[in-house]
């Protein structure tokens, strides 16, 4: 199966893609989508559509991850965040993929096993599980450790449905 995971951004909208083969993964793309912040808020967010419809379209996941947004003291921050992450779940959505969303602290305990890691550890174990990979910056590691999550819950849901009988 490949996952793509989304870490939302209205500045950088990172994106992962692994492919999962049982408990293997195997590193596929990763990069960031930029958007101008001279822009408005409407261009900005047409951007990040387009860019990202273009990674969907190159690489046909056929499963997405986003990670949920936090909100913090800013509302207006919050609003914009929120906004670019409704481009981070349509965008799959319209190429006709069911889209899992996790807690920022949900990923850092899948990947890391602690859900109050510091980035620098979740890249370290992106790194780890992912041997040889690149990674384009910091919302790219994010963006791979969701698309992990993504995996490790998938694999967890079907050894349930294995262990108990198909149900």
């Known amino acids: 199966m490949r996952v793509i995971g989304i870490d939302p951004g209205l500045r950088n909208l990172g994106w992962g893609i692994i ?4 408990p293997r993964m ?11 912040p ?3 808020l409407a261009a900005r967010l047409l951007d990040l559509h387009q860019q990202l419809t273009r990674v969907l379209q190159q690489f046909a996941p056929q499963a997405a991850a986003v990670e949920q947004t936090f909100v913090n003291k800013d509302a207006v921050a919050t609003l914009k965040l929120g906004s670019a992450r409704g481009i981070a779940l349509l965008v799959p959505a319209q190429a006709g ?3 899992g969303e996790y807690a920022p ?3 850092k305990k ?5 859900g109050k890691a510091a ?3 979740v890249e370290h174990m992106v790194r780890m599980q992912l041997p040889g990979v690149q990674i384009a910056g910091p919302d790219a590691a994010d963006a ?5 999550c993504h995996a490790f819950h998938s694999q967890s849901a079907r050894s349930m449905v294995v262990a108990g009988g198909g149900r």
């Open 19 to 22: 492919e999962t083969d049982g």
């Open 26 to 36: 195997r590193h596929v793309a990763n990069g960031i989508c930029h958007s101008d």
């Open 38 to 40: 001279a822009g408005t």
């Open 97 to 99: 993929l069911a889209v």
């Open 105 to 107: 602290n949900a990923v």
């Open 110 to 114: 899948a990947v890391v096993g602690v």
């Open 119 to 121: 980035k620098e550890q």
């Open 144 to 148: 791979l450790a969701i698309a992990i």
